[in-house]
Every structure is written in structure tokens, then in C-alpha cells.
């Protein structure tokens, strides 16, 4: 089975400073690996996607995240924390049968402080 | 492209009636779609799996003739909550994967539930 954790419920920083949001997975086969973000009363946008190509991946908005099977995580990065990107992140692992449903991570708040 | 609504956007229902909330692919198909329910500061969770023409699959725990889930074409999914009462308020999300996909999914904006 499937499963993600995202280490850290919220996480503030300054704006233009780094970004690093934690999600360690578990899976028993390859995974595949999305990162979303979700604003206040809204659906969930894709930020970006690992599904087995290059283990770095580059997504929207600046974000990037790398997939490190020896590690068993898949960090979203942001070089410069902008004050929009003060969002809910959720990491999700694909279930690997027929559906491709997604199992998600708690979330992580993103603070930005000015 | 790959744009997926919601209706209504909010819904407020006295306590005992039932609602439909509809899902729909704008600009492709979808085989697949799925029901997400999320509390207030909390994650999704998947409510069921639903596959145009079939019985949709519900995740352990969920009630399906509660929560009645109908994708009656490739771009239609509704999602009935019967007899609602005020723990069914909720924030409901759908999700659609584009036909053919092994796994892309596409998010609507969601549907907040109040039940009075």
C-alpha cells in the first residue's frame, strides 16, 4: 500500500527566502508523485508531477521538488518564498492499480512573513 | 484546457433533505472521476471512485447509499447526499482523469455543504 507523510503541519518564512516542504512516501513499487497547493476556498492546483522520468522536477510558479528513492522523499523547494505562495501544499502518492487514485499528506501550511 | 467545475460553488440545506453536487469536465473526457471530502484544516479524503457506466467504488467507511454517486456520461459526475444532517457539512472536491491517463487528474474548485 501507498501512504505519504509530510513532516511539519506549518512552516513560516521570510519573504525571498528559501522554501522546503517535507513528504517522505511509502510504496512497494516505483510511485508516482504530485505536489498540489490549494488556496483558501478553492480546488487544488498541480504544482508538479514525478512519474519515474527525470528525479528532479520542475513545476510551476518556481517550485521544484526532488525525488530521492534511497531517502524514500519527494521535498518541494522554492528558492525565494514570494508573500502569494502563502498557501496549503499537499504531497500525494499515486496508487499504482487500475484507479491511479491519490492518497494525500496531512498538508503543509506555508506561512510568509513580509 | 483540462478544466473541471463544480455546482454549486456553496449550498446551504436544512437537515433531512438531500443535495446534488455536480462535477464536469469542460474540455475533455473523463472516464474516472473521483469525490474528495475535506474537513476544515485537515487533508482529503477520498469518498469513491467513480467510472462512467459503472457502480462507482466507495473507500471504507463511507456510506454509499448515503453519499449516492452517479457518472452517467464521460463528462458528468453527481454526487447526492441523502437525509443530509449537520456532520455532512463539508467541503466536497471532485477530481477527473483524462480518458486514456494512466494517471492525470484534474481538480474542481470545490463545493462547501453547510447543513442547518
Known amino acids: 500500500a501507498q501512504s505519504v507523510t509530510q513532516l511539519g503541519s506549518h512552516v513560516s518564512v521570510s519573504e525571498g527566502a528559501l522554501v522546503l516542504l517535507r513528504c517522505n512516501y511509502s510504496?512497494?513499487?516505483?510511485?508516482?508523485l504530485f505536489w498540489y497547493v490549494q488556496y483558501p476556498n478553492q480546488g487544488l492546483q498541480l504544482l508538479l508531477k514525478y512519474t519515474s522520468a527525470a528525479t528532479l522536477v520542475k513545476g510551476i510558479n518556481g517550485f521544484e521538488a526532488e525525488f530521492k528513492k534511497s531517502e524514500t522523499s519527494f521535498h518541494l523547494t522554492k528558492p525565494s518564498a514570494h508573500m502569494s505562495d502563502a498557501a496549503e501544499y499537499f504531497c500525494a502518492v499515486s496508487v499504482m492499480d487500475s484507479s491511479y487514485k491519490l492518497i494525500f499528506g496531512s498538508g503543509t501550511r506555508l506561512l510568509v512573513r513580509p | 484546457g483540462a478544466v473541471v467545475s463544480q455546482h454549486p460553488s456553496r449550498v446551504i440545506c436544512k437537515s433531512g433533505t438531500s443535495v446534488k453536487i455536480e462535477c464536469r469536465s469542460l474540455d475533455f473526457q473523463a472516464t474516472t472521476m473521483f469525490w474528495y471530502r475535506q474537513f476544515p484544516k485537515q487533508s482529503l479524503m477520498l469518498m469513491a471512485t467513480s467510472n462512467e457506466g459503472s457502480k462507482a467504488t466507495y473507500e471504507q467507511g463511507v456510506e454509499k447509499d448515503k453519499f449516492l454517486i452517479n457518472h452517467a456520461s464521460l463528462t458528468l459526475s453527481t454526487l447526492t447526499v441523502t437525509s443530509a444532517h449537520p456532520e455532512d457539512s463539508s467541503f466536497y472536491i471532485c477530481?477527473?482523469?483524462?480518458?486514456?491517463?494512466?494517471?492525470?487528474?484534474?481538480f474542481g474548485p470545490g463545493t462547501r455543504l453547510t447543513v442547518t
Open positions: 477530481s477527473a482523469k483524462l480518458a486514456g491517463s494512466s494517471y492525470e487528474q484534474y
Open positions: 510504496s512497494s513499487v516505483p510511485p508516482y
